[in-house]
């Protein structure tokens, strides 16, 4: 098969507009680009490159493709960003790796997405969501969970969030909020801050989908307050452990599994997906946000890290993400 590659390169964004240093953190490097094709090529198929933004508009039209694996993480920082490629993709008939339009936006939008969690009887942390300075004067201080964890409500890469983003007191929740308010132009999640194992979990397929992995991140150093944030996903060489499979005790690893199958149910990913999790005290798996579309980076990404300790190789992972995507053509 010709398969085409989408995808939004660090180095395709124009720059300059940025009003945050952690802009581009979602967007990939060559390197995932190459470890992508070099796997579809060791299936068998050939690959061509159609980018993002403009540069994908413009080859899609004029460039026959039998199918797209697709990894764009979309333009802009509207909430449905990630659905641009496969709605273009679905206008022009053309099949695609991974979620369709609808369940890549309710998912970028996390309080959307917990609303339907909590519906389908997942657990999730309370939270309260503020849009505007306005919200936050009315919002009164018994409202704000305490302790806090504030952050975006529509970004991913831990855009936003902080070794910092804990707090303990109403003053502190509003001064975070009033922040990151100013510095990303969207509305503020206030969540109930969990203490507890920070576990990931991987999975691929359809109908039923299975449980590639379910990872613990287990820092190496004592920290105040752990947090999966940017500064540690930058450098998490140094900072942490990754423990896959996680060493949890049996009935708090069926109850992720049962989160995560439930979740991905009720959200319609499809193919692959990650899910983040933290364990409360008491054992219940408190769902933070499902990634439809996680990161692929070959020596980054928690997906591929995960699945290699589970005993895979990069190909076997884009193969198990290409077959789960040709199925449902067939
Ligand atoms: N309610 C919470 N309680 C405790 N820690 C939290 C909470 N929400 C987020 N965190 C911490 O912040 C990290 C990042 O949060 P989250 O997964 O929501 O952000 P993200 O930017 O979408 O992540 P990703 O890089 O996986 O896309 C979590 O992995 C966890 O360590
Ligand atoms: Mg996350």
Redesign the pocket.
């Known amino acids: 098969m010709k398969i085409g590659l989408t995808y939004d390169l660090k180095e395709d964004i124009e720059t300059g507009r940025e009003t945050t240093e952690d802009a581009l953190e979602e967007y990939d490097s060559l390197e995932v680009i190459n470890a992508i094709a070099g796997a579809l090529r060791s299936l068998g198929h050939s690959t061509v490159r159609l980018g993002g933004g403009r540069k994908f508009l413009q080859k899609i039209l004029t460039t026959r493709v039998d199918f797209v694996f697709n990894i764009a993480e979309g333009r802009g920082s509207q909430r449905s960003r990630e659905a641009q490629v496969p709605a273009v993709l679905e206008m022009l008939g053309i099949p695609y790796s991974g979620s369709d339009p609808q369940t890549l936006s309710v998912t970028l939008d996390?309080p959307l997405a917990k609303q339907l969690l909590q519906a389908a009887g997942v657990p999730t942390?309370p939270f309260q969501v503020i849009y505007s300075l306005q919200d936050l004067k009315a919002l009164p201080d018994r409202k704000i969970p305490l302790p806090a964890?504030i952050?975006p409500a529509w970004?991913?890469?831990?855009?936003g969030?902080r070794l910092t983003?804990r707090a303990d007191t109403a003053t502190r929740a509003r001064a975070l909020a009033r922040r990151l308010l100013k510095d990303y132009s969207q509305p503020i999640l206030m969540?109930?801050?969990?203490e507890g194992d920070?576990v990931t979990v991987g999975m691929v397929g359809n109908s039923p989908p299975s449980i590639v992995g379910i990872m613990r991140v287990v820092p190496k150093k004592k920290f105040k307050t752990?947090?999966?944030?940017l500064e540690v996903?930058r450098d998490w060489r140094n900072l942490v452990e990754y423990e896959c499979p996680a060493k949890l005790n049996k009935s708090t690893i069926k109850r992720i599994s049962e989160a995560s199958l439930a979740a991905y149910r009720a959200l319609g990913c499809r193919d692959f997906s990650?899910i983040?999790f933290?364990v409360g005290r008491d054992g219940t798996p408190?769902l933070?946000?499902v990634?439809p579309l996680p990161g692929l980076n070959p020596s980054s990404g928690d997906l591929p890290i995960m699945s290699y300790k589970m005993g895979w190789v990069y190909n076997d992972l884009i193969k198990a993400v290409l077959e789960a995507a040709l199925a449902r053509y067939t």
Not at 155 to 159: D, P, Q, Y
Not at 191 to 194: G, V
Request: positive net charge.
């Open positions: 996390k942390p964890f952050k970004e991913g890469s831990s855009k969030i983003s969540e109930k801050y969990i920070e752990f947090v999966y944030s996903k990650r983040d933290r408190y933070l946000e990634n």
